[in-house]
């Protein structure tokens, strides 16, 4: 049956794919006309000792001042001092260098330096992507295979009245990306579990999603198979020196951000809604992790002519539990079983049922849900499948 409707098919990101990737750094910003970038990071970054590498690998003419302020959940208040900082160096071009925290603030930046109004007037709850024109050219350099932000027109920002919201244009993904794989080789077992599984949560939720993508759909798919089916991810969770497991994470999570252009669900409406909580402090790809087992048991009699082609990519019989299955690798890679072990409470549950209803993603997910919807779902994940 022809689908009926339209569709977006797009992706405008260019990257430089591969080991030792960052040594064309110099050429990348030459070719953008940048010679005094700000460098967007965190502190455990340049503890780590990866923004002095970026920098050793700058050409002597380019002058780059650095702001390592990001917080764990970008928020509006660091977007306006990294951005205040730019001004006053009087920089031309921003380079973020991180997980996808660095990489989402770095794309505030470049929105709050060219164009006047507070970041709430550009989420996409106020029609935001009508009103965002060109910004400074943006570099991206992932440390870590998760968020895919390097190639996405996506910001998730924690603004100034405590809600996570997105702000989403395609004038906001970086011109161009560098994804050298050896940036990952020191990342930790948990969060390469956690950010790989950020990465297939993208795959996953891309493929459910009701919307008409068949590209979005095969590299989707394409990014499952190398992740789970093939075992790249456990493989980089077991040895993280292992090149070729790191080299495939960094492609799948590149891959999961190129797929989710086509929508995400629930899984990242309820993830947003527990990130905004500042003293928490929830890492966003455990989030995915944690909710992405009773979210697929809840969506399936709206999308189960998509679950047994998912279980093949996995390497599994096409009637295979799905939500079981991701629920047991969670536990495999040593991820919390529910929300519960995280912090959050059910005394939360009412208010961060009404921020996910709002979230631009519960358009996407294949079964409608509305407030009471997420509040059953959110008490499904305090205690994960059990």
Not at 106 to 131: D, F
Request: hydrophobic content about 40%.
């Amino acid at each position: 049956m022809t689908p009926i409707g339209t569709t977006t098919i797009t992706n405008n990101a260019q990257s430089r794919f591969g080991f030792s990737a960052l040594s064309e750094i110099g050429a990348v910003l030459s070719g953008l006309g940048v010679d005094r970038p700000l460098i967007c990071s965190d502190t455990g970054l340049r503890e780590a000792g990866l923004i002095d590498r970026l920098l050793s690998e700058l050409p002597t003419a380019v002058n780059a001042t650095v702001f390592d302020g990001t917080p764990p959940n970008p928020t509006e208040t660091a977007i306006n001092d990294a951005a205040a900082l730019f001004r006053n160096r009087d920089c031309d071009g921003v380079i973020s260098i991180g997980g996808g925290s660095s990489l989402d603030l770095g794309k505030g930046v470049a929105l709050r330096v060219t164009h006047p109004e507070p970041l709430q007037s550009y989420t996409t709850q106020n029609m935001g992507i009508e009103k965002i024109g060109d910004v400074v050219p943006m570099v991206a350099i992932p440390t870590t295979s998760g968020t895919g932000s390097e190639v996405a027109r996506a910001s998730v920002v924690i603004l100034d009245n405590g809600e996570k919201r997105v702000v989403a244009s395609p004038n906001l993904i970086p011109r161009l990306s560098i994804l050298d794989p050896e940036l990952t080789l020191s990342l930790p077992p948990y969060l390469t579990a956690a950010t790989g599984m950020d990465a297939v949560t993208h795959c996953i939720e891309a493929v459910i999603s009701p919307a008409i993508n068949p590209p979005a759909d095969a590299i989707a798919l394409d990014g499952i198979e190398r992740a789970l089916g093939d075992g790249a991810l456990r493989r980089a969770v077991a040895d993280g020196s292992d090149r070729d497991a790191r080299w495939t994470m960094m492609l799948v999570s590149t891959e999961g951000a190129m797929a989710f252009s086509k929508g995400l669900g629930a899984v990242h409406a309820m993830s947003h809604a527990c990130g905004k909580d500042l003293e928490l402090k929830l890492h966003h790809g455990t989030l995915n992790a944690v909710l992405l087992p009773p979210v697929l048991r809840f969506n399936y009699e709206h999308a189960r002519d998509k679950y047994p082609i998912i279980a093949r990519a996995m390497g599994l019989p096409p009637d295979a539990d799905l939500a079981a299955t991701i629920a047991e690798l969670n536990a495999e890679l040593g991820l919390p079983e529910g929300l519960a072990a995280m912090g959050i409470t059910i005394d939360m549950v009412p208010d961060l049922a009404e921020h996910a209803v709002d979230d631009m993603c519960t358009a996407t997910n294949p079964a409608p849900l509305d407030r009471k919807g997420y509040e059953h779902l959110f008490e499904m994940a305090l205690s994960g499948l059990n």
